[in-house]
């Protein structure tokens, strides 16, 4: 099977701050990327997508940033609230003849009250 | 937004037994859905892309005739694990494509195979 990595980094922010979450991409013909929620036991859930002609995109409270020099995707929460502990995954559209998506390794954070 | 359910969401079973489970696209239809395997603390591991009407597409490394795929129609795809073991424990996760925006997933169905 497919996948990007097998670590689970982790970041902690202060309640009411703002926390970036960073990705880096291997494939340069995806176009299409997404991030995605997964709190525990639960299925991932979309926050947020990007298509490869755009560099940035905002949504509520979430901002996402893509680099297609560097390969490289953010994700940014304003105001940073105790809800938003979970996992983040990036993800990505290979462009294949069934758009496969192709998760990231993941970024658990944790909100300190 | 677009749903997805799978059931069951947890499911025991002993070693040697199949389990099926089954994914659903609830007010959609889907034509191409995929199954996503994870172990705790890992990320989503692509297993195989399931083909309404067609054979199922597995990525490397993943056994088709351990994990059977059947697509039977545009809102329904199943995942039996056949002859479990434990090494088969883990959480299984459909998704689906809807209307070719955006991909959305079930809730996952955990299995734990003694």
């Known amino acids: 099977g497919e996948s990007v990595g097998l670590h689970l980094p982790t970041l902690s922010v202060q309640e009411g701050d703002n926390s970036i979450i960073n990705c880096a991409y291997s494939?340069?013909?995806?176009?299409?990327f997404i991030w995605y929620k997964q709190e525990s036991g639960k299925g991932p859930q979309f926050i947020i997508d990007?298509?490869?002609?755009?560099d940035k995109r905002q949504g509520q409270r979430v901002t996402v940033l893509l680099n297609k020099t560097v390969k490289h995707l953010s994700l940014q929460i304003a105001a940073t609230q105790p809800g938003d502990s979970a996992v983040y995954f990036c993800a990505e559209d290979r462009k294949t003849s069934y758009d496969k998506v192709i998760f990231g390794p993941g970024t658990s954070l944790s909100v300190i009250p | 937004g677009a749903v997805v359910s799978q059931h069951p969401s947890r499911v025991i079973c002993k070693s040697g037994t199949s389990v099926k489970i089954e994914c659903r696209s609830l007010?959609?239809?889907?034509?191409?859905m995929f199954w996503y395997r994870q172990f705790p603390k890992q990320s989503l591991m692509l297993m195989a892309t399931?083909?309404?009407?067609?054979?199922?597409?597995?990525e490397q490394g993943v056994e088709k005739d351990k994990f059977l795929i059947n697509h039977a129609s545009l809102t329904l795809s199943t995942l039996t694990v056949t002859s479990a073991h434990p090494e088969d424990s883990s959480f299984y996760i459909c998704s689906a494509w809807y209307q070719r925006e955006t991909q959305y997933f079930g809730p996952g169905t955990r299995l734990l195979v003694l």
């Open positions: 007010d959609f239809q889907a034509t191409t």
């Open positions: 494939n340069s013909a995806s176009d299409y």
């Open positions: 399931s083909n309404e009407g067609s054979k199922a597409t597995y």
């Open positions: 990007i298509r490869s002609n755009m």
